[in-house]
């Protein structure tokens, strides 16, 4: 049987990162290639805790059907925290619980694109929404970075376009996988724009509290008095992504027509773990939890910078992240991206080809990404050094 797909998943490739990360499942491969959260860092005790609880006393209320929005103890815990420092919930604004934000991406493609419609992205940006958008039919624009911020003259000229691209979509903090982060001038800027050609942002955060150094920069959304902004919130980088959940914060008229895309989706996210995670939300400290894996990240970090600036050739440039979980790597021109990171890879080190990010991976591209989050300290100094013998042995190459 030969088997007719749709058209819309014909440029779609599977993910570059799930890809290598099957080959990760090698024992003896030291992955800098994902980006999960920490083994130390998940709040195993605690979940365990709420579950049994929740189980012996009110097991009818994890088991049953719920409702789409969102369960509402969940809605309620979650628009606490998510408004605690700033308010990212604005007048006439809603929030509907989704399965991971991967799903806030797809339903903000899925109500808001036609077929061929543009969505401007960064240039490189986080794949599984780059994919989301792609399987919906959206076409990409990316915008380039230009002296570590966004190019504010190339995002003009994309936004001028008719017709108008549908929506931005933009990861202000730690950003996936560059690990860099907007100015606050850029964010005012981009806001401005969206406002002149009337265009919206989906503004992606799951990083954003996973800041180690430096002050916190006010999310677009704060500063959105014009209803222009849909807010991803996740769940899943500070607590755990095997929940999947996450938070959808825009538009009451958005909301809605997310909820009717939910409907025909996943009628709703697991009911279990929305209750397990409201209680402990409601129940633990948040904050004393952040900032302990926060500096696990920073240990982290710091130890594969440290390591990188020991190993790799003086011709490597690399970004240093003050959040996160990524640092990206920029090769010289003279060394091939591609056949570096195959390399790496026979050698047992896995990372991801920078290409996979863009808006076209057939793009020439001389960058790739590094996670420091999951790898233990021992795999970090292991897998640095090996990568950093390659950049000398193929720095002598080209040269
Ligand atoms: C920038 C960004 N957005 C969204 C996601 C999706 O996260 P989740 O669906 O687990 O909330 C990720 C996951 O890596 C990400 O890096």
Known sequence: ??????????????????????????????????????????????????????????????L?????????????????????????????????????????????????????????????????????????????????????????????????????????????????????????????????????????????????????????????????????VIYAASLSKIIAPGMRIACCIAPQAIIQKMTVAKQASDVHSNLWAQKVMARYLHDYDMDAHIDRISMIYKKKCHLMVDEMKKHFHPSIQYTIPTGGMFIWVTLPESIDMLTFVKKALEKNVAVVPGNAFLDDDSKECHSFRMNYSTPTDEKIIEGVQILGELTYEMSKISS
């Open 64 to 228: 049953q059907y719920g409702i789409t929005e969102g369960d509402q103890e969940l809605l309620r815990e979650a628009t606490k925290f998510f408004n605690r420092y700033e308010q990212v919930t604005k007048d006439g604004d809603q929030m509907i619980i989704t399965s991971g934000s991967q799903q806030i991406m797809e339903f903000a493609a899925k109500t808001l694109c036609n077929e061929g419609d543009v969505v401007i992205c960064e240039n490189p940006s986080f794949l599984g929404a780059l994919n989301a958008f792609k399987s919906l039919g959206a076409v990409l624009r990316g915008i380039e970075y230009k002296d570590g911020q966004l190019d504010l003259e190339d995002l003009k000229q994309a936004l001028s376009m008719e017709p108008r691209p549908k929506f931005m979509y933009l990861i202000p903090n730690f950003q996936n996988p560059t690990g860099m982060t907007m100015s606050l001038e850029v964010r005012k800027e981009v806001l401005a724009l969206a406002k002149e050609y009337g265009v919206l942002i989906l503004e992606d955060n799951p990083y954003g509290d996973l800041r180690f150094a430096g002050e916190a920069v006010p999310s677009i959304k704060s500063m959105d008095e014009d209803s222009l």
């Open 1 to 62: 049987m030969e088997y007719q797909f749709a058209k819309r998943m014909s440029n779609v490739k599977a993910s570059a990162i799930r890809e290598i990360l099957k080959a990760t499942a090698d024992p003896n491969m030291i992955s800098f290639a994902g980006g999960n959260p920490s083994a130390e860092a998940f709040p195993v005790k605690e979940i365990e805790k709420i579950s049994a609880d929740l189980l012996k006393n009110e097991p009818i209320s994890i």
